[in-house]
């Protein structure tokens, strides 16, 4: 199947910094990438949905001024969180559509804001 | 690490048929699962999910799954598919630290 290849896997940061997580589909096009988040012992959050070479769509209640997503090439889109604070800790997740119909997932990347 | 297994890359089915989607995972300690569903073009949803007590979990749409754990499986079912079922099926386990890890999924076709 197609690879879809997230980074950093983990990063630890201090707070008022920004981190970038970068989701790249290795072998596919994709011009559609979701991010998601994980809270603990929760399951998936979407937090945005993210087209190339147009403003990502973002979930109600998430800040696209905290949570920047850039999906400038079909085959890479990011997520920059911005001012990173520790209750932004939590586990990021991407995928991506390959076609409309599959959809693959990165491996995640674990935030811990200190 | 844990690791999940979903053992069909893609069932084709006809409307009104049983469906058993296979999920194992490889991790001994306590596991919370779920299986998320993704139709095609859209994002992923939830289904359903087990963190504890009844090993038979009902979800949305008619789904059930079933927690076995001397197996280490979470197979979800459904006992008469709809054409609108077809879609992605992921399944996914969340242990200690966390940090989810999903199957590689199951395409699911139904045929009219």
């Known amino acids: 199947g197609a690879v879809v290849s997230q980074h950093p896997s983990r990063v630890i940061c201090k707070s008022g910094t920004s981190v970038k997580i970068e989701c790249r589909s290795l072998?596919?096009?994709?011009?559609?990438m979701f991010w998601y988040r994980q809270f603990p012992k929760q399951s998936l959050m979407l937090m945005a949905t993210s087209n190339e070479g147009s403003k990502a769509t973002y979930e109600q209640g998430v800040e696209k001024d905290k949570f920047l997503i850039n999906h400038a090439s079909l085959t890479l889109s990011t997520l920059t969180v911005t001012s990173a604070h520790p209750e932004d800790s939590s586990f990021y997740i991407c995928?991506?559509?390959?076609?409309?119909?599959?959809?693959?997932f990165g491996q995640g990347t674990r935030l811990t804001v200190v | 690490a844990q690791s999940v297994s979903q053992h069909n890359h893609h069932v084709i089915l006809s409307e009104a048929a049983s469906l058993e989607l296979g999920c194992n995972y490889s991790y001994g300690g306590t596991v919370n699962l779920f299986w998320y569903v993704q139709y095609p073009g859209q994002h992923l949803q939830l289904l359903l999910k087990y963190f504890s007590g009844d090993p038979l979990v009902k979800g949305i749409k008619g789904f059930e799954a079933e927690f076995i754990k001397s197996k280490f499986s979470f197979n979800l079912r459904k006992p008469s598919v709809q054409w609108s079922d077809t879609a992605e099926y992921f399944c996914?386990?969340?242990?200690?630290?966390?940090?989810?890890?999903f199957g590689a999924g199951t395409r699911l076709t139904v045929k009219p």
């Open positions: 996914a386990v969340n242990a200690y630290n966390n940090d989810m890890r």
């Open positions: 072998d596919f096009q994709a011009t559609t």
């Open positions: 995928s991506a559509l390959e076609g409309d119909t599959e959809a693959f």
